[in-house]
T-cell receptor
């Protein structure tokens, strides 16, 4: 999990509350990503950012928001509009110099398990 | 959209045996990557193979890529109990700027 931290590891919230998941990297990577993983399934892309102050929607952006004010940080807010927010959330980063960031390997954080009741 | 699909969904073998996992995809790709995930943890990158490569090795891992069949395979030789994990393929399309992950293969290596 080197170089990327996610906090907290477990998060519990009541339905109707917004919650922000933290993701910080010290790898000097340009690109950062947020994925959602449901039990026994693969990763689905929520949002990604290839450069500071810019980000794009992934496949399942509805009910989520992000910001990229600093290169090191890419927080994800799960809003009350997300109908089924309970899941395992993974943040990743990759270098972006010289081409598309996805040409390179991605480095993942340890994940945050969010439970909404 | 689901680009990569792994096969089998689950694989159980004995320690010392080889494990082979397959990945199929739908569109033209720039590269294909394999990742490993231990239960409840983040993913770890294993190997990247570019579209102009056919085979790549890293330690006990061997990856092949057949762009005409739009498929890749990951072979783990002389498996160990510590290889027990989920393995995912991910593809970067030639026209895209992001990775798309498959559903994964759950590998169990019995001691």
């Amino acid at each position: 999990d080197g170089g990327i931290t996610q906090s907290p590891k477990y998060l519990f919230r009541k339905e109707g509350q917004n919650v922000t998941l933290s993701c910080e990297q010290n790898l000097n990577h340009d690109a950062m990503y947020w994925y959602r993983q449901d039990p026994g399934q693969g990763l689905r892309l929520i949002y990604y950012s290839q450069i500071v102050n810019d980000f794009q929607k992934g496949d399942i952006a509805e009910g989520y928001s992000v910001s990229r004010e600093k290169k090191e940080s890419f927080p994800l807010t799960v809003t009350s509009a997300q109908k089924n927010p309970t899941a395992f959330y993974l943040c990743a980063s990759s270098p972006g110099t010289g081409g598309f960031p996805s040409s390179y390997e991605q480095y993942f954080g340890p994940g945050t398990r969010l439970t909404v009741t | 959209s689901q680009q990569g699909e792994e096969d089998p969904q689950a694989l159980s073998i004995q320690e010392g045996e080889n494990a082979t996992m397959n990945c199929s995809y739908k569109t033209s790709i720039n590269n294909l990557q394999w990742y490993r995930q231990n239960s409840g943890r983040g993913l770890v990158h294993l190997i990247l193979i570019r579209s102009n490569e056919r085979e790549k090795h890293s330690g006990r891992l061997r990856v092949t890529l057949d762009t005409s069949k739009k498929s890749s395979s990951l072979l783990i030789t002389a498996s160990r109990a510590a290889d027990t994990a989920s393995y995912f393929c991910a593809t970067r399309e030639t026209s895209g700027s992001r990775l798309t992950f498959g559903e994964g293969t759950q590998l169990t290596v019995n001691p």
